[in-house]
């Protein structure tokens, strides 16, 4: 079946720096990629929708100058967490849309000290 | 709007007893999916199942079965005879057409612990 290959799984990065987080499409193509942010014994929360070569739609609340997606091929999204903070301390997941389903990543749990 | 509504935030129950997880969502499409995702300690989402407005026909998939109620907007799950397996925080989603894009909408999640 199809599968979203997310790296890294856990990163801890100090505050003032960047992240990127990339999630690769491995069997399909992902023409459309979702990316969430998931707190702790909450749900996941759209942050931004991304199309290949166009840009990403960002969900209302979102810093788009914070979370930089780049979605330049079929099989590869990124998500740049740039000048981190503690509060950015979350789990992220993408998904692939693929037909009518959407195949997770294996998140990332981020962490800023 | 549109809103995927799990009202059981936590659930315990003992091994071997039959579950039912709820989920009420509303939509103004008259085409939708539903889902259901399982996302154990380790994090990743496990997909269960997916269904759309048209099909009402109930599921079942050992020991996982889906109840699907239009006239009700409902899309329970319910596991029978539950394994300690089974602990995990289950989610049910709504895809619909939001402002041109279709996007999936999860509701808040039910915790799940089966004990032993």
């Known amino acids: 079946g199809a599968v979203v290959s997310q790296h890294p799984s856990r990163v801890i990065c100090k505050s003032g720096t960047s992240v990127k987080i990339e999630c690769r499409s491995l069997d399909f193509q992902a023409t459309t ?11 996941l929360m759209l942050m931004a929708t991304s199309n290949e070569g166009s840009k990403a739609t960002y969900e209302q609340g979102v810093e788009k100058d914070k979370f930089l997606i ?7 999204s990124t ?7 503690p509060e950015d301390s979350s789990f992220y997941i993408c998904s692939g849309s693929e037909n009518y389903g959407y195949t997770f990543g294996s998140g990332t749990r981020l962490t800023v000290v | 709007a549109q809103k995927v509504t799990q009202a059981q935030t936590e659930i315990s129950v003992v091994e071997k007893e039959d ?7 509303e939509t103004r499409d008259t085409t939708y999916y539903l889902f259901w995702y ?4 380790s994090g990743e989402l496990v997909f269960l199942i997916r269904r759309n407005s048209f099909d009402e026909q109930n599921e079942i998939s050992g020991r996982y079965s889906w109840n699907f109620q239009k006239s009700t907007s409902s899309f329970n799950f319910t596991i029978t005879a539950s394994q300690v397996v089974d602990s995990a925080v289950y989610f049910c989603a709504l895809r619909e ?4 894009a279709q996007k999936l909408v999860f509701g808040q999640g039910t915790r799940l612990t089966i004990n032993p």
């Open chain 1, 33 to 43: 990629m979702f990316w969430y942010r998931q707190f702790p014994k909450q749900s």
């Open chain 2, 19 to 25: 579950v039912t997880l709820d989920c009420v969502y």
């Open chain 2, 38 to 41: 399982k996302q154990p300690p």
């Open chain 2, 97 to 100: 057409r939001i402002q041109g």
């Open chain 1, 79 to 85: 998500l740049t967490v740039t000048s981190a903070h």
């Open chain 1, 70 to 76: 780049n979605h330049a091929s079929l099989t590869l």
